[in-house]
């Protein structure tokens, strides 16, 4: 199988080294960004990779090509996903597939028709941490779910120029930690409520966003759920998860830079979280390609489908309204704004 | 000086072995429960308890006695409180003081006309561990504070019979947290909002309280705290507070058994936290009694007063109406309610 | 049961301090000490001591107390062990008996005809940590014991003046975790090799002693046992045992002054170990008078007998000449100099 | 520059993948293996490897390629060693460089006469804990080293078949913790004593080997060390160092599998150190063959030399003698014996 990828950043040179190092049977046959750079086109030729475009149209009308990876900028992925999906190749989209309810309903029909896999790159469910601790809750090893608290702070704040189009700190990063709510419960969130604000800079505030964020969510079932996010930690890259059920709880803990403690008359000392999130995600972002190409292989349906990109996207603006109006906001009341029978 | 203990249970006889061992210059006189044991007649005796009293009154009615500690029910808490204070005694008593705003706010209006000291029970203050957290918080170790976060769960549920009269969840156990929140932050909460269920038995539903709860909170600063409840953690007592700030973090970890860490094919295996609150807070029963003594000597105020003993209930109060009426409740809504400026 | 205290400084207070607290049915009838504080007098009175002596003899004489705690200097352990037999007391003597195995094996004789109890105060056996450790591993959690290891550790060294009359760094310091390794294994040392080094303070070098060793010791079974001490360890009193097995491994790791955990741009910073040996051991302190207080009202045998107060002192007399002839020494060699059969 | 990998099993393919993904500038060219599966010859081809010999000697003669990855069987090292440095090719070669220091002392002398690079794979060097923790100790963090101990145990013993072969315990798995020693200390080892035992399985016992180890060392410096092997840990492969001094202690800990944690009511779970020595040294390899690569760029000299390679066979050949005569070996015995000047 011959693979295209379009946008080619950070994140496609990830993947696309995923996909050399360890998915047998794959060939990366071209690579598509505008603005590519010269040191990306000699990785491309040491790597065997034939071609190189600034025009990703000519991936799609490849023929040879069976699969097409969106790693291009957030405004970009609901176009191309969509003529991707209409030129018949298998998807593998960042996240999110759009900030609108209306594209990513769009891309949810279209794949009803066309026969090609769709996955979204929610990476974390791969990360082993969380990926195993998902897998014992689900096999009952805490009991029954009652309280499931996710932790997520980055490291530092992106520049305001990238807040103003991000879509807010909800639809932006707050989207993965939603995702993992669904992942980790098995379950739908039904209510959300939010208490925010402006602390670590005044110039997100003045962008029209917030930094710093209690979201506290519902499920299905009853159980409860919070979210606590801030734009920056100070140490780092904070990124835990605590499943407490009838049975006991199960935490995820940081990774930390090294093992090494240092014990003086100060204290004792161990490092920090791993800072970055490439390294940080490193072991998640392998693992969701080998898993997308498996399922390719396999012809099942994707671990991460467009449902799960849908429902984020209306948690977080569920999460949006709560803050605006001060007051909890079902899910249903979104879905019923958009014509969603939930 | 001499001290008066009234109702002599647990908590009672606690104190007053932290009296007879770390204060100097206090003798305990006089003990008084309507249903003390022979075991604590014996213990009395052994260490020179002069009287044994079946009513209370007798100490008020003591002349030689400075001091009066009340542990017995919660019910009585605002009438030997009031008598106590009326006949000139400095009073410890222990939380809460009442679950009436009326009655806490006439022990306040009383204490402004005796000349003499009360002091509120809320133990987890004098922790080491959380007195430490608190006193990095205020140092500014770790900026100012953005999220503050308070995990609190027993190790299982009280009797029905007890919830039943308990006042409920928020202002039997929270309370404490309610507390923590204010002594953490140094600040006063603003709003609470409460998502809330019963998970861990049903017949604590039947008798009209939750069992689990996410309490989010807004200070006056705008800083944020969240507070999560259970009525029953599998593994023990777990009690974490977790202050994030603009420069940093501050954990304060549950105290665990033992220290020993035991490693087989399966994992490693670590103890669980200490179970039994008597356990978990012994160093902060005898610290509390130790600083209680030591403001009556230096006639300074004292840690935790009684309007300490008002706010929490205050906010006890907003969490119960967001709960029924699920929205975000000031608390200055609960104070107008009670004619209480804010 | 009556208990009379010969020697009153720190460590004779907290025994009498656990007796009165911890011990039902024992009285603390009188105290010893040629030196006593004014304020250990206050104490004495407060806590009803009824006699205050200089003698220790006055004590010995009292046919009403049945018990005593020897708590004086070293050197004066073993006179006084002797003449309180004679007087037919039972006996908790201070770790160690005496420097002198003619001596020990003097008391040991004297035991065989006297029908009083006697212990050896190695308050570490009942430290909750090890002993828990112990337990585990005696109930073949870990398999066969291969390996173990005990890092014991000083805050900081003593003046050079008890170094001088210390009986050298293994009888004083390490006698303890020769001991341990006793307890933790259920077996004997067969053989020891000691590298050894003056590196915390020249002054003890030329006071005949070292600060620093690593012994090697072989047990009976073929188990291996290691060491390390240090005079001065700049982050407290480090005091850690890990037991190696066919099965698993179990470690028991230091207390820390309390649970805080501060995460900065800078690590993540945990408090240091107790520092203060009566801080770290004061549970243990409790323990092992509240089990001798048992032995000799149930009249079995103590946890710690005479031969454990042996054992570890041919043990260091090994350690000794290993160091001094640099090669392995075998306790057997030690015993036949001294005409023990082991 | 072009590379030639000489043996291609496990080790080779994982430095052969270090080289294409890491090492800019650098081809990997040919490899040489007489029992190479059909799986590697895909995978070379696949990867651009353009010549699969079975016979190394053609790998010798090109001329193109300039260095030489030595990962053939141990008993080849040392003929591989030479024949490539007489060849002109910069070499790598897996530890350890022959069992014979004889074969070392000739691979040396050739060193000196042929100017090419030599580095051995003591890859635990490069790993990212052991290295910073020797870079603190370096830095003088902790003052002056005093004691120095490692733990060192693998997940399960070889076969019998290969501890046959394997030049003993020592020089085959304890080797690279007397490296350790060297590495973490920046110093010579002068004096060793051994106490070892057959603890794991009788079998080794009887081909000649022991498999469990206390490892006493005494540097130049008057600094001790201490390692402990087993050649089973029910638990997985443990390897920590401890690095103590005169201002305090910096520890290396075990990675664990992943940083979940699991509380119940039997205990707090963490997950098992990783198991196999691939995935918990990935990381170090891969650094091990980056540094060599830059050595070779920059014409300076490696990172652990044949020197480097020398010195833990002579400490190993003490240890064995140590254990047989049952007395501590000097170093400067095992190197007079070889006319070595220390």
């Known amino acids: 199988m011959k693979v295209g990828i379009i946008g080619f950043g950070r994140i496609g040179k990830v993947h696309a080294e995923s996909l050399i190092r360890y998915a047998s049977g794959i060939e990366v046959k071209a690579i598509a960004d505008p603005f590519i750079s010269e040191e990306s086109k000699l990785w491309a030729k040491a790597n065997g990779v034939k071609e190189v475009y600034s025009d990703y149209e000519k991936i799609l009308a490849d023929k040879e090509i069976d699969i097409v990876l969106i790693c291009c900028p957030t405004d970009q992925h609901f176009i191309v ?5 209409l030129s018949g190749k298998h998807v593998f989209c960042e996240k999110p597939v759009s900030h609108s309810v ?3 309903l769009e891309i949810k029909k279209l794949l009803e028709k066309y026969n090609v896999l769709y996955q979204v790159g929610f990476n974390r469910r791969f990360d082993k941490n969380f990926a195993t601790l998902k897998e014992k809750v689900a096999s009952g090893m805490i009991g029954d ?3 499931l608290k996710i932790t997520s702070r980055d490291p530092a704040p992106p520049p305001i120029s990238y807040v103003k189009v991000s879509g807010g700190m909800f639809l932006d990063m707050t989207i993965h930690d939603f995702d993992m709510v669904r992942f980790v419960s098995g379950e739908e969130v039904e209510e959300v409520f939010v208490f925010g604000g402006v602390m670590v800079d005044e110039e997100i505030g003045k962008a029209g966003d917030i930094d710093t964020a209690i979201i506290s969510l519902k499920l299905k079932s009853g159980a409860l759920a919070v979210i606590d ?16 059920g009838s049975k006991g709880q199960i935490i995820a803990k940081n990774e930390l830079e090294n093992t090494t403690v240092i014990a003086t008359k100060d204290g004792i000392l161990s490092r920090t979280p791993k800072y970055f999130f490439l390294e940080r995600y490193m072991q998640a972002y392998t ?10 292989k396999s012809k099942s349906c994707t671990v991460c489908g467009v449902d799960d990109g849908l429902k984020p996207v209306l948690i977080g603006l569920a999460a ?4 605006k109006e001060n007051r909890p906001v079902k899910i249903a009341e979104i879905e019923k704004e958009y014509g969603i029978k939930s």
Request: net charge negative.
């Open 81 to 85: 996903s969509k003529k991707a999906i």
């Open 102 to 104: 209306e594209e990513i």
């Open 145 to 147: 779910l009652h309280i």
């Open 229 to 244: 996010n801030s734009r920056e930690a100070a140490y780092g890259y904070d990124q835990r998860v605590e499943a407490f």
């Open 287 to 296: 693992e969701e390609i080998k898993q997308f190409v498996e399922s390719i």
């Open 320 to 323: 949006k309204k709560s803050l």
